[in-house]
């Protein structure tokens, strides 16, 4: 699979991530279709230093997120 695929939901997913328009539901989707392109996709070592970067970021942020819903 062509990584532009990977670039594309990478891209998207930094767009809403941070953005208060979207659920947290709807940030937990794109995040997870980010997560299968990662998988699925052939990507270079840059590709994977971002993917890396951007679950250490979503992993905290989202903590934040899910106590704001509670």
């Not at 767009?15 to 947290?24: A, G, H, L, N």
């Not at 052939?42 to 509670?70: P, T």
Request: proline letters at 0%.
């Amino acid at each position: 699979m062509s990584k532009e695929y990977f670039n594309r939901s990478l891209l998207y997913f930094r767009k809403i991530m941070c953005s208060t328009k979207y659920s947290f539901e709807e940030k937990e989707r794109a995040y997870s279709g980010l997560a299968t392109d990662y998988f699925r996709c052939e990507l270079s070592e840059d590709d994977i230093v971002h993917f890396q970067s951007i679950s250490r970021e979503w992993e905290i942020r989202s903590l934040y997120e899910k106590q704001d819903v509670n």
